[in-house]
Antibody, heavy 114, light 107 residues
Framework: QVQLVESGGGVVQPGRSLRLSCAASGFIFSSYAMHWVRQAPGNGLEWVALISYDGSNKYYADSVQGRFTISRDNSKSILYLQLNSLRPEDTAVYFC???????WGQGTLVTVSS | AIQMTQSPSSLSASVGDRVTITCRASQGIRNDLGWYQQKPGKAPKLLIHAASSLQSGVPSRFSGSGSGTDFTLTISSLQPEDSATYYCLQDYSYPQTFGQGTKVEIK
């Protein structure tokens, strides 16, 4: 069965960095584009980034452009999100999701606080 | 970025009621719209893709319609398990954008 498992969240100070991972199984990872979506506490959903199946195309929300980097390792079936220059407003649960968002991970919480 | 305006922000209805949620895009997005259901502490669940295509395994009481700028999610007969927050999402262009959400409560 399809599984997406995020990891890497935690508490980090403003200005610092963090890398999130999403381990995929149960499908041919290298055939699918992948997304990151986040949700701040008590707020709605915000699309963050997408990477094409082969990593050749990447797109970002305006709010993270230039600070976050999406990448993937198809040999390991892992999706990544590098979060740099973190701000308190980046505090959220970060979800990974498959191409048409038919499968989602359980999310990993990132808290940016001094 | 395309703005997605979702309404109402919340509603309360009885079991068996017909419920309608609307989403309006700030510009035409063809039929590149999905609807998602989210329950507290859980990941969102895809209900409808391409504006009107029911995702596999989703009950047939859920339906979607619309094209261009105006879209609707309808629950034909509300059930207790439908208590959740519903979001629309346009995937016509980047950045992709969600509506603000509609919280559905059961009376």
């Amino acid at each position: 069965q399809v599984q997406l498992v995020e990891s890497g969240g935690g508490v980090v100070q403003p200005g610092r960095s963090l890398r999130l991972s999403c381990a995929a199984s149960g499908f041919i990872f290298s055939s699918y584009a992948m997304h990151w979506v986040r949700q701040a506490p008590g707020n709605g959903l915000e699309w963050v980034a997408l990477i094409s199946y082969d990593g050749s195309n990447k797109y970002y929300a305006d709010s993270v452009q230039g600070r976050f980097t999406i990448s993937r390792d198809n040999s390991k079936s892992i999706l990544y999100l590098q979060l740099n220059s973190l701000r308190p407003e980046d505090t959220a649960v970060y979800f990974c999701a498959r191409q048409i968002r038919d499968y989602w991970g359980q999310g990993t919480l990132v808290t940016v606080s001094s | 970025a395309i703005q997605m305006t979702q309404s109402p922000s919340s509603l309360s209805a009885s079991v068996g009621d017909r419920v309608t949620i609307t989403c309006r895009a700030s510009q035409g997005i063809r039929n590149d719209l999905g609807w998602y259901q989210q329950k507290p502490g859980k990941a969102p669940k895809l209900l409808i893709h391409a504006a009107s295509s029911l995702q596999s395994g989703v009950p047939s009481r859920f339906s979607g319609s619309g094209s261009g700028t105006d879209f609707t999610l309808t629950i034909s007969s509300l059930q207790p398990e439908d208590s959740a927050t519903y979001y629309c999402l346009q995937d016509y262009s980047y950045p992709q954008t969600f509506g603000q959400g509609t919280k559905v409560e059961i009376k």
